[in-house]
Nanobody, 127 residues
Framework: QVQLVESGGGLVQAGGSLRLSCAASGRALSLYHMGWFRQAPGKEREFVAAINWNGGDTVYADSVKGRFTISRDNAKNTVYLQMNSLKPEDTAVYYC????????????????????WGQGTQVTVAS
């Protein structure tokens, strides 16, 4: 199975940018569609963005469309989430997740459709 490790979180002022990375090990990243989710305190985990196995298709939550960009480099076994124009409401723990590429893409934007998860990285946006 694949292991996922996120990095790149931190504290940023509103309007700023961060780039999150998700490094995969154990199996080739190209075997999986990948997603980013986030969870704020007291809230359910919510879908942010997803990318299909070869990077040819992406989907975004309406709340981040136009501000966030998901990408991947299968040669580096890494998925990225570029976050621009950050808002205080983007504050959350961000998780990357993997689902088997045999599934159709995009799948319903539910955490239950993803089998493998990283440990998360905290993003805090100060107003």
């Amino acid at each position: 199975q694949v292991q996922l490790v996120e990095s790149g979180g931190g504290l940023v002022q509103a309007g700023g940018s961060l780039r999150l990375s998700c490094a995969a090990s154990g199996r080739a990243l190209s075997l999986y569609h990948m997603g980013w989710f986030r969870q704020a305190p007291g809230k359910e985990r919510e879908f942010v963005a997803a990318i299909n196995w070869n990077g040819g298709d992406t989907v975004y939550a309406d709340s981040v469309k136009g501000r966030f960009t998901i990408s991947r480099d299968n040669a580096k076994n890494t998925v990225y989430l570029q976050m621009n124009s950050l808002k205080p409401e983007d504050t959350a723990v961000y998780y990357c997740a993997a689902q088997w590429s045999g599934r159709s893409f995009p799948s319903p934007p539910s955490p239950s459709t993803y089998a493998y998860w990283g440990q998360g990285t905290q993003v805090t946006v100060a107003s």
